[in-house]
Structure formats: C-alpha cells, structure tokens
T-cell receptor, first 113, second 113 residues
Framework: GEDVEQSLFLSVREGDSSVINCTYT??????LYWYKQEPGAGLQLLTY?????DMKQDQRLTVLLNKKDKHLSLRIADTQTGDSAIYFC?????????????FGKGTHLIIQP | DTGVSQDPRHKITKRGQNVTFRCDPI?????LYWYRQTLGQGPEFLTY????????KSRLLSDRFSAERPKGSFSTLEIQRTEQGDSAMYLC???????????FGPGTRLTVT
C-alpha cells in the first residue's frame, strides 16, 4: 500500500538552511506536496511538484524530487523563527479512486537562536 | 473569499452522543475532502465529494460516520454514538477540481469524554 515516511525532528540554527526529507512508496504518484502546520492550526499549502519535474523553486523554498529513489526534499533558505512548525509531505496517486492525499507523520522543525 | 471555514472549532461531547461538523469550502471549488488527524500523526483521508456526489470513502469511515454535501456547497460530517477513539482533529479541504491543490480549513477538534 501507499506509505510516506519522514524523520520526526529537525533542529537548525536561525539563518541556516533547513532540509526536510521524505520518501514515498507509490510509484504512480502524480503530485507531491509540502504543507506547514503551526500549533492548533490547519494545514497551509507551501508548494507542490508534479512528478515529471525534478526541481521547483519558490522564493526561499526549493523542492527536489528524485523519482527513481522516490525521495522528495524541501529546502528552506535562511531559516527564521517563524518557520518553526510541523512540515508534512503528502502524495497524490495516479487517479482512479485514489484522490485523497496520503501524508507522512510530519517533521517538527526546531529553530535554535 | 477567506478560505475554507469549519464550525465548530472545538467540540466536547460524552461517549454515545451524536455530533455534526460543518465545512464551507472556497467558493467555486468543486471538490471537498474530509480528513482526520490524531495526535502525532499526519492527516488521514476519510472521504471526498465532487459537487454533491460522494465519490470515495476510506476504510476509516465506519458505519457510524456519514457525510453529506446536499447542494454541492457546504458539507456536514456526522458521527453517531461517539467513542473515545473518535477524539481527533477533523479537517476539511477543498480544491477547484481534481488536479488542483487542496486547501485546508482550521479543523474541528473533537474530544469525547
């Protein structure tokens, strides 16, 4: 079945780059997403990448996709205290009935001053 | 338009009671999704609607759960005979159509005592 894996915690210093990694098992994934969740809040869509791309950049965010290894990463440049949150990787299957997103357990990003 | 809204934001109920949650999607979004998120986990897909038609239900959606979207706009999720294991954050998301990104609401936190 489908599975999305992420490491649970990442600690970085303010001003450094953060790299959050994700692996997935569904080779038919069409879109892969990164969402941010702050305490007590819903999920905020940060960015997404289509499976025929290998990189996407949006201001401080860079998404890299290695389809062969089924590995997705999110790089946040110049990490700020406001970036402290849980980051979820999610994938969407190739269609048929699989239109719901499958999420990882989330990576807690901790910013050190 | 201010995004996806959910009501109530918090609900405390006693075991065995019925509860109903409401979700208002972004205007003109055809698709509406329900997810459940328990502590320390990513959201898990429950069901989704294309306009008023419920097109997919996950195995997580037991017989005690029912969802409707009668006019293709807002949706309700009802849980009958609540159990302590139903305690979770219930998230709603909407998208313009099938291949568009999903935007989440703030969630309804349910506590069953």
């Amino acid at each position: 079945g489908e599975d999305v894996e992420q490491s649970l915690f990442l600690s970085v210093r303010e001003g450094d780059s953060s790299v959050i990694n994700c692996t997935y098992t569904d080779s038919s994934s069409t879109y892969l997403y990164w969402y941010k969740q702050e305490p007590g809040a819903g999920l905020q869509l940060l960015t997404y990448i289509f499976s025929n791309m290998d990189m996407k950049q949006d201001q401080r965010l860079t998404v890299l996709l290695n389809k062969k290894d089924k590995h997705l990463s999110l790089r946040i440049a110049d990490t700020q205290t406001g970036d402290s949150a849980i980051y979820f990787c999610a994938e969407r299957g190739a269609g048929g009935g699989a239109d719901g997103l499958t999420f990882g357990k989330g990576t807690h990003l901790i910013i050190q001053p | 338009d201010t995004g996806v809204s959910q009501d109530p934001r918090h609900k405390i109920t006693k075991r065995g009671q019925n509860v109903t949650f409401r979700c208002d999607p972004i205007s003109e979004h055809n698709r509406l999704y329900w997810y459940r998120q328990t502590l320390g986990q990513g959201p898990e897909f429950l069901t989704y609607f294309q306009n008023e038609a419920q097109l997919e239900k996950s195995r997580l959606l037991s017989d005690r759960f029912s969802a409707e979207r009668p006019k293709g706009s807002f949706s309700t999720l009802e849980i009958q005979r609540t159990e302590q294991g139903d305690s979770a954050m219930y998230l709603c998301a909407s998208s313009l159509d099938r291949y568009y990104e999903q935007y989440f609401g703030p969630g309804t936190r349910l506590t069953v005592t």
